[in-house]
């Protein structure tokens, strides 16, 4: 690669989260982990990289050095308190009038790339890319149409704005970047993307960290004991997560089968987010209704050694999302050793491959049924989880960027060789990592 071709500097926007909050409350998630990750990554190559967030605390600093050549900067946009990710729209121009400023000193193409994650970064982004003479490529990361479609029993439905504002942000990327060929076809299908301009890069994990280990250790570690069926569920706590299936599961199994009570432990790590703030106690409640109030732990969101610790812990991860763009609790458990049960939606047959079982719907019987199977099969568990540990291994988060920074370099030389006219360019295919 020539120096002329090399990204020197990419511009990451992710309005509603920060990269420096924990991810599995409020609104930290996989897309708090994704920028994290292709950050550091990113730099370590020798990519400046500066990640522009709203801030939401009036004593952060205006910049945040996050580690070597990654800035984070805090631009205020609306009061500090008080907004939820819905209240945010009205905020993108005071936002992007700060991202504006903040770069404002810098020469014309400073930056070789924005780089938009959320439909509320890419419509920053849109504006951001345009005044900069630079491309966007932009991340969906979840999609109104799809949430929509797989909506949870009680939960909302997104707004006909954030629709309007992701089929604008799909039209206006010079780049559309998908966690998986499924996500691909419904940014096709469902938005009009332009095929040619979509492009699979999966995320990774973290395989220093998430790695298999010795459970009775990691038991102790997090004070479980030595001979409980551990099962977990990890994310945020909302409707669309879906937690409240493993917890009605749980007093299904103990139904069937009272003796299981002794041991079984249901591990629940995070916290409210979206519309689960209605209710921030509601699963505690479900739990207590249905007599399991001391079989389930409630675990705020830990560190991500800590997280891995729970990991090795588990004897199973379930994810019975309604809908995930990729699934990267379901990976992060495949790599620390331990099998996963996950809903049949979405990315989550990708990050699962054959480390674990997929079930279609949310029946908690079903569910009940595949856990009960797997906690009485020692064997199928270890053969499941030593596939799981391979599977995992090739979703490592270097390769996720080798593939990220070809994207920015393709997008790059599309957009000088083209030159900046308005109109919408696409790539030359880059080729797709996907799952073995």
């Not at 990640?51 to 990654?70: C, D, H, K, W, Y």
């Not at 932009?138 to 799809?146: C, D, I, L």
């Not at 669309?240 to 069937?256: F, M, T």
């Not at 009940?368 to 009485?376: N, P, S, V």
């Amino acid at each position: 690669m020539s120096e002329s071709d090399r990204v020197r500097r990419v511009a990451m926007l992710s309005v509603h989260t920060s990269p420096l909050d924990p991810p599995g409350t409020g609104d930290a998630g996989g897309l708090n982990v994704y920028v994290v990750e292709t950050a550091r990554r990113l730099a370590a190559r020798g990519t400046e990289v500066e990640i522009f967030t709203r801030a939401t605390n009036g004593a952060l600093p205006e910049t945040v050095r996050m580690g070597p050549g990654i800035l984070v900067h805090h631009v205020p946009a609306g009061p500090f308190e008080g907004l939820g990710k819905d209240d945010l729209p009205g905020q993108l121009c005071a936002f992007a009038a700060g991202v504006m400023r903040t770069a404002a000193g810098r020469p014309e193409q400073w930056y070789d790339v924005v780089h938009s994650h959320y439909w509320l970064s890419g419509q920053v982004g849109w504006l951001t890319a345009d005044r900069w003479n630079v491309p966007l490529v932009h991340t969906m990361h979840t999609m109104a149409r799809v949430k929509n479609a797989q909506l949870a029993e009680g939960d909302s439905a997104e707004p006909p704005g954030r629709e309007i504002g992701e089929a604008q942000v799909v039209e206006a990327a010079n780049v559309l970047v998908a966690n998986t060929e499924e996500e691909s076809r419904q940014l096709v299908g469902l938005y009009d993307a332009e095929p040619a301009k979509v492009h699979v890069v999966p995320p990774g994990v973290d395989l220093a960290v998430f790695r298999p280990g010795d459970q009775a250790a990691a038991r102790e570690a997090i004070g479980v004991p030595a001979d409980a069926h551990l099962v977990l569920f990890v994310g945020r706590i909302q409707p669309l997560k879906a937690p409240d299936v493993l917890i009605r599961a749980a007093a299904e199994l103990i139904r069937r089968d009272p003796i299981r009570r002794e041991k079984l432990v249901i591990g629940v790590l995070g916290g409210p987010s979206g519309s689960g703030l209605e209710r921030p106690q509601a699963l505690q409640e479900l739990a207590a209704e249905l007599g399991l109030a001391d079989r389930v732990r409630f675990v705020p969101p830990v560190s991500r050694a800590e997280l891995a610790q729970w990991y090795r812990a588990a004897d199973l991860v379930t994810v019975p999302s309604y809908n995930e763009s990729f699934g990267l609790v379901a990976v992060e458990a495949l790599a620390s050793g331990t099998p996963v049960v996950a809903a049949a939606v979405g990315g989550l047959p990708v990050a699962v491959g054959d480390g674990g079982i997929l079930l279609d719907g949310h029946e908690p019987d079903r569910w009940a049924d595949a856990i009960a199977d797997l906690l009485d099969d020692d064997d199928r568990r270890a053969a499941l989880a030593a596939a799981g540990v391979r599977h995992a291994a090739s979703f490592g988060w270097d390769r996720t960027v080798d593939l990220l920074d070809e994207v920015y370099r393709q997008a790059r030389r599309d957009h000088q060789r083209l030159g900046i006219d308005g109109a919408h360019h696409t790539l030359e295919q880059v080729p797709s990592m996907v799952s073995p």
